[in-house]
């Protein structure tokens, strides 16, 4: 048999990925990266996925990965392919998203001679990546250190804070396999020992002496798409405390808990002068940087002392608020909540929080029942009608804040996801097909201007067996910056063709065109009966004026002021 160290080495490489338990590489066809793409295709414990565009291909492996909970692999070819990567490695760095990303190269000789697809891809991705490597170049038999790279790269995008690693590939030509090659032999895995992060007995014990003696506190749960497993530790929490919970759907922690107060429509109290009758001693916060604005502007007026949950270190606190990093994960929680010994819940505070978000609900609920579905009833709708363990994907402008306003909690759990790390609107079709492509039935909420960005990805589904609702919100172009002061300090002129981005996008034409099924909704009930049976793959279309779109949105926020203005 042909010894052939450049495969050798790939094998060793890809098979010890398998053995950490990588299950899936997205692939764009190329020419340099032919070793890894061909020991990839012969791994059968890696399951591969094939995308053309680059910048599809990243965005769908980054759903890939947070709704499978394990590093997803990108191998992509040498030149502007790799740079293509860019938005999604940067949106997996600051979403904590785990990816390996494998680019292949020139080898060093043929760099900066005008060899073609050829540019500088030395840490390409700069501080998005955990770990960079360039490797080495094969020419003799190295497994080993192959075995080892693979083992660390894992490790590196797995670790208390998970991103993206890098690892840059160059390869000599012939790109082929030699003929008559043997098969390497799989080498026992290396074993990886996960770090954990926990708190010392005295510093439970003084977190928890300080909430013992502040009982007008709350929590905050932001964006956590694995928020599943602080739930039992934060409603521990809760329930010992009597703070009341204000958790957005991306936390996955909006669901209803006896003897917990779950607030779902913090974004409407926030803005009233209720707000200013309840501020808390203390605030407790988990999960990413909120999304909700007006609680963002809140806490930076009063500076509460504020105390964040940040197990990976990452100091994601914009506002600069924060007054004690607390660097556990929610084992840490529930370890305060078990030494908290002598509660003193104030029952007054909790009730009022409480009854302040039941009234808001009833006077939202009483403008939404009675008028034409618009994006805040099709938020509600999402949270009421779609199955259990579903997972809805949310495009970031106005469809991840409608749901953070509208959506209201569940008995039973509803997993949110959405791109909150640089929460742009690029390559969304693509991370909602990658949530769909680990097995679970997946719905998107977006917007017109967000489902044209990502055309593409639309299109590198049409061969996959998915179950993927795309529900499109289409207001001509984009409302958001109506809701912002822009709107009425600019030319109403210069607005609409700076700001509004008019546009007649032919959704239904493009749809059809790609044989993908088409529903046009304008009542919440015909919204309901298709979000209650999600199956295959399909486009639903809900058209919106913008002007009752935002009249609605204003109305409802005076509508809500108007209903605690006295308690």
């Not at 360039?134 to 670790?159: C, D, K, L, Y």
């Not at 579905?373 to 199955?387: F, K």
Request: aromatic share 6%.
């Amino acid at each position: 048999m042909t010894e052939d160290p450049v495969y050798d080495a790939c094998a060793a490489f890809v098979n010890e990925l398998a053995s950490q338990g990588v299950g899936h590489a997205v692939i764009s066809p190329g020419s340099r990266s032919t070793p890894l793409t061909l020991t990839f295709a012969e791994t059968q414990d890696i399951k591969t996925w094939v995308r053309l565009d680059e910048r599809s291909a990243a965005f769908f492996a980054l759903g890939l990965a947070k709704s499978s909970g394990s590093p997803v692999v990108l191998l992509c070819t040498s030149g502007t392919a790799a740079a293509n990567y860019l938005p999604a490695v940067s949106e997996a760095n600051w979403s904590e998203t785990p990816l390996i990303i494998l680019t292949a190269n020139r080898p060093p000789e043929l760099r900066g001679w005008g060899a073609g697809q050829t540019i500088d891809q030395t840490n390409i991705y700069g501080s998005n990546i955990r770990w960079f490597a360039e490797v080495p170049v094969i020419t003799e038999p190295n497994s080993n250190w192959f075995q080892r790279t693979a083992a660390r790269a894992v490790h590196s995008s797995t670790g208390l804070r998970p991103g993206p690693v890098h690892l840059d590939w160059p390869f000599r030509e012939p790109l082929e396999p030699k003929l008559g090659r043997s098969v390497s032999a799989r080498s026992t895995p290396i074993r990886l020992d996960r770090p954990i992060a926990t708190l010392s007995p005295s510093s439970t014990k003084a977190l928890a002496n300080t909430f013992e003696q502040a009982p007008r506190g709350i929590v905050i749960a932001g964006p956590m798409v694995q928020g599943s497993d602080w739930k039992e530790a934060v409603h521990s929490f809760c329930r010992k405390t009597g703070y009341p919970l204000l958790a957005e759907p991306l936390s996955q922690l909006r669901t209803k808990s006896r003897d917990v107060t779950v607030i779902n429509h913090h974004d409407h109290l926030l803005r009233s002068s209720w707000a200013e009758t309840v501020i808390p001693e203390v605030v407790i916060r988990i999960g990413g940087p909120p999304t909700c604005k007006p609680l963002r502007l809140w806490l930076e007026q009063h500076k509460s002392p504020l105390v964040m949950f940040d197990p990976s270190s990452s100091w994601a606190e914009p506002s600069f608020t924060v007054s004690d990093v607390v660097t556990t994960g929610h084992e840490g929680l529930m370890g305060i909540a078990e030494s908290i010994k002598s509660p003193t819940p104030e029952q007054d505070w909790r009730q009022r929080w409480e009854v302040a978000d039941q009234q808001a609900a009833a006077v939202i609920n009483d403008v939404l029942d009675s008028e034409p579905l618009l994006q805040p009833a099709v938020a509600r709708e999402l949270g009421r009608q779609l199955p259990s363990d579903h997972v809805l994907y949310l495009s970031n402008s106005m469809p991840v804040r409608d749901v953070d306003s509208f959506l209201e909690a569940r008995s039973e759990s509803l997993w949110v996801m959405g791109n909150r790390g640089a929460s742009g609107i690029d390559g969304v079709i693509s991370s909602a097909a990658g949530a769909a492509a680990t097995g679970h039935r997946t719905t998107l909420l977006i917007g017109d201007l967000a489902f044209q960005h990502d055309i593409s990805g639309l299109l590198a589904t049409l061969n996959d067996e998915l179950s993927l609702n795309i529900v499109v919100v289409d207001d001509q172009g984009g409302g958001i910056f109506s809701h912002l002061p822009i709107s009425q300090s600019t030319d109403p002129a210069l607005f609409k063709e700076f700001f509004t981005t008019p546009q007649q996008l032919p959704i239904r034409e493009i749809t059809e065109a790609l044989n993908i099924d088409y529903f046009e909704v304008t009542e919440a009930t015909k919204l309901a009966e298709l979000l209650k049976n999600p199956q295959g793959l399909r486009v639903i279309r809900i058209p919106v004026d913008p002007d009752l779109d935002l009249d609605q949105h204003r109305r409802l926020t005076e509508a809500v002021t108007d209903a605690i203005s006295a308690l």
